[in-house]
T-cell receptor, first 114, second 112 residues
């Protein structure tokens, strides 16, 4: 069990560019979540996958955001035409029926849009 | 929607006991979680309560009262490394069964 892995850990990009983050959940975890966190705030839910199906999306996830989990294992979160307000830490988490009620977070991907 | 309230900041002394409160409003309650988050790091799971009462795990304990919409996290024998943010999160049928909704977190500063 290597934990939830995210990369890149840090990304600085110019406004208007596209960025993509990758998340590798704990192996055999069928549930995967994306959250966004800004300084001084708690994580805000973005989207949730069960296996490859995206079952829930927050209203925070505008048309510029898209997430995929093509084979029910790793997931990607893409942000198109980035804006300065997108600067945040993007957290991935995973869980499974076997993990009971525990949701495990990755170390996050920091995005700075300049 | 959900409303989760916790104090913004608390201070305590090494070796002391501190209680961090969390109140919530939701329907279809299905569990309350506490996470610890050090600056710049990911949240790490501390505790889970779904029934009323106290859950003890080493130096950390968590209490839940569903009728009052209230929980607390109790930290005993505080250590300097306990300086971190403590996040209260609620899961409910209201907002989607699987996801957690977090409070803004309580920043705890432990001094010598």
């Amino acid at each position: 069990d290597t934990g939830v892995s995210q990369n890149p850990r840090h990304k600085i990009t110019k406004r208007g560019q596209n960025v993509t983050f990758r998340c590798d959940p704990i192996s055999e975890h069928n549930r995967l979540y994306w959250y966004r966190q800004t300084l001084g705030q708690g994580p805000e839910f973005l989207t949730y996958f069960q296996n490859e199906a995206q079952l829930e999306k927050s209203r925070l996830l505008s048309d510029r955001f898209s997430a995929e989990r093509p084979k029910g294992s790793f997931s990607t979160l893409e942000i198109q035409r980035t804006e300065q307000g997108d600067s945040a830490m993007y957290l991935c988490a995973s869980s499974s029926d076997a993990s009971g009620n525990t949701i495990y977070f990755g170390e996050g991907s920091w995005l700075t849009v300049v | 929607g959900q409303n989760i309230d916790q104090p913004t900041e608390m201070t305590a002394t090494e070796g002391a006991i501190v209680q961090i409160n969390c109140t919530y409003q939701t329907s279809g309650f299905n569990g309350l979680f506490w996470y610890q988050q050090h600056a710049g790091e990911a949240p790490t799971f501390l505790s889970y309560n779904v029934l009323d009462g106290l859950e003890e795990k080493g130096r950390f304990s968590s209490f839940l009262s569903r009728s009052k919409g209230y929980s607390y996290l109790l930290l005993k024998e505080l250590q300097m490394k306990d300086s971190a943010s403590y996040l209260c999160a609620v899961r409910s049928f209201d907002t989607g069964f699987q996801k957690l909704v977090f409070g803004t977190g309580t920043r705890l500063l432990v001094s010598p």
